[in-house]
């Protein structure tokens, strides 16, 4: 009763979660114990959030749809299939796509965004304090790579996520905005040259193939 | 009394060895072993695509690209990681993007920028200290689990679904959704309250306590 005096209700309740993620300091944990032991309302609460924690937790809370593991199963197997790159998913549903729309659209498709082109910028900046696991994304018709949210991408619906080490593989470049930061201590003109070494165009180079 | 403190185990064991020989394997090319890989996750990766999207078939998809993209970037995992963690990262990136995609998710876009309410009072106090989990062999209960959870705000379900389903830790859920700690940690204490609040009520009304017999069965 008396420690109600340190610590109510109140506080009990905004900080029953930290609690619970035993992100509390320690004293401040042993006032909000003996709170529990003489409050029986906030005890019921600690129990009560402490079972909503656990019932969802729980792997039954998840439910698929019936046959999702089959048909990741053989989706996974179809990206292996895939002629030439075989560990690139990109390639293996786009290269039908891209062959039948070479074949009734004409050469428009080399600025779509099914097929991403050896796309370089004057305004090549050095990537290589980029971390290549870093999750990026691309826009059709643009030539720059950028952090998910990145207010300058272009074309937004039409984006894509790849790891900052495919983009500069692909040819795009940094942008000079939202990845600022990795940007300030190369040179850029020798890392121009880094990058057009590295961007070969090999993703489309199959398709283009098959539409001369 | 509660020995207060235990906090729930929400940990996910480290990838045990076979996972990292595995992981090894499909690194060095044996993609054939990736599903075997990511089979103990996909349920999770579902489910964390479904709590962004909250459409079945857009889930399955973003989750199909998501495992597509895992294994594409394969080589960039670094073992000091959890591999599931990376999974469902990558997932919830996916996710994310499909939606601004989407038009129709603008209009809950501009909801989230009210900023939360940390002062967020629970409503009942139900005495509800006993652990139903057996409950949750029945389908009803699950239900209203997860009306109750799809009943939250969007920044409130996230967050919750990311740290109490997915069991990546705050910082991890403050990575995945590019918001700060501190939004987690509120986002967090208050859709745990409010989904107690939703349950603590069932409780009282006894959904979590009835016998577990199908509706219409008899138990003699």
């Known amino acids: ?212 | 009394m509660a020995e207060a403190n235990v906090v729930v185990n929400n940990s996910v064991q480290a990838g045990t060895s076979h996972e990292l020989e595995l992981i090894d394997r499909v690194q060095r090319g044996e993609n054939q072993l990736f599903y075997e890989l990511v089979r103990p996750y996909e349920r999770r990766v579902f489910a964390a695509a479904m709590a962004i999207l909250r459409n079945e078939s857009d889930a399955e998809d973003v989750a199909q690209e998501a495992m597509l993209k895992a294994l594409r970037a394969i080589r960039q995992f670094r073992a000091d990681a959890r591999f599931s963690t990376w999974l469902i990262q990558i997932t919830v990136n996916e996710a994310l993007m499909r939606r601004r995609k989407d038009r129709n998710h603008v209009i809950e876009a501009i909801d989230d920028r009210r900023d939360e309410e940390s002062d967020y009072a629970p409503r009942d106090f139900a005495d509800w200290r006993e652990i139903p989990s057996e409950a949750l062999e029945r389908k009803e209960v699950r239900q209203r689990l997860a009306q109750a959870l799809a009943s939250l705000d969007r920044k409130y379900r996230e967050v919750f679904v990311l740290r109490d389903m997915e069991q990546l830790n705050i910082q991890e859920t403050a990575d995945a959704l590019g918001i700060s700690i501190a939004s987690v940690k509120t986002r967090l204490l208050r859709a745990r309250l409010m989904l107690r609040d939703l349950l603590a009520a069932g409780w009282e009304q006894g959904w979590f306590s009835r016998l577990p017999f199908e509706k219409g069965t008899k138990p003699w």
């Open chain 1, 1 to 212: 009763m008396v420690n109600d005096n340190i610590v109510n209700c109140e506080h009990v309740w905004r900080e029953i979660s930290n609690y619970l993620e035993d992100d509390v300091d320690a004293s401040f944990r042993s006032r909000m114990d003996e709170h529990f032991q003489t409050c029986s309302a906030c005890r019921s609460l600690l129990e009560g959030t402490r079972n909503v924690i656990q019932l969802y937790s729980d792997e039954r809370m998840i439910e698929v749809p019936s046959g999702f593991g089959s048909r990741l199963q053989h989706r996974l197997a179809q990206s292996r299939r895939a002629p030439g790159r075989s560990w690139s998913p990109w390639s293996a549903w786009l290269v039908p796509l891209a062959a039948l729309l070479l074949i009734t659209g004409g050469v428009r498709i080399a600025s779509s965004r099914t097929v991403p082109q050896p796309l370089l910028s004057a305004h090549a900046q050095p990537a290589r304090n980029i971390p290549p696991d870093m999750v990026v994304v691309v826009s059709a018709d643009a030539k720059e790579f950028h952090v998910p949210g990145c207010e300058f991408i272009h074309n937004k619906e039409r984006e894509r996520t790849l790891t900052a080490k495919e983009a500069v593989d692909q040819g795009y470049v940094p942008c000079v905005r939202c990845l600022r930061k990795y940007l300030q201590t190369a040179s850029a003109g020798r890392t121009s040259l880094e990058m057009e070494a590295t961007s070969e165009p090999d993703i489309a180079g199959p398709k283009q193939d098959g539409g001369e």
